[in-house]
């Protein structure tokens, strides 16, 4: 809450606050998509807010739960990342911030592709192939796409999917793989200047007005996985074993103080 203005009335000292200026502005916005983890409102043709929720989710969205101060987080460390990204040079969707639950983005169309970049081999991956160790390296990284559609579970397709589906033409495939893989390896420094391991992140890609293939959503522990020296998880990995939103949400303050994001303030709106 940060005060807005203040103004002495017959020597009563009367503080305005931006949160209620805030409030205001954000129940006028129209609420065009709820998802698992956020609310997306349009601002205007060009422009969205994703508002991150407490909500927590596992095991394909079957198991359900509310983390206080998650959404808080989650919006900070995603901030924390596209500005990283966009100072090296990879053009993402963002735009604004306020230091709340809300990001202003730019609004993009969508490309339904999760697209996944594995330095070890973990979860779905060992699953649908066991031949590989568990944490083995995976060097060059591992590429995937994934088929945006909860129904289906968002399911592994080939490149030429994608291609002869009109998803993409072969150009974009390689543009994306390309920022995919830059990415990657500026996360990879950052975490190992914290001596920090990181395993996968998933990755969602939107198109301009002009064509122009931008990096969207969200960059946080619930769409990576890092762990420290002892194999300690800083990520959403913790809740889909235990189903502890306690313990998630220790992890997440560890990972915002790692990335060194305000957490002092988180429970003061609560
Ligand atoms: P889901 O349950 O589909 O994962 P989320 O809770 O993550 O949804 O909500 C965010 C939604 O907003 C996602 O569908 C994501 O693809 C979409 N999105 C992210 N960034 C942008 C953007 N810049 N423009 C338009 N849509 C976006
Ligand atoms: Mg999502």
Redesign the pocket.
Known sequence: MYKYFGICKRGVYIEYYTIKVNVVKVSMLQLI????????YAVDEDT?V?EF?DDVTAAD?LVKAVALGKGVLAARISVFFFKLLENAGIKT?FIDYDGSRRIK??????I?LEVIIRNYAYGSLIRRMPLYKPMQKLEPPLIEFHY?D?DLHDPLILEEDAIRTGILDARDIETIKGVSLRVNEILTKFFESKNLRFIDIKL?F?RSRSGEI?L???ISGDTFRVVDENNNHLDKEIFRRTRDVGLLLKVYLRLAEVVGVRIDDVYASY
């Not at 998509?33 to 997306?40: D, I, L, N, T």
């Not at 983005?105 to 969508?110: A, G, T, Y």
């Open positions: 998509y709820e998802g698992k983890s956020k609310r997306v969205l994703m929720k969205g969707h983005v730019r609004r993009l169309e969508i339904p945006k909860d969602e939107g931008i969207a959503d969200e």
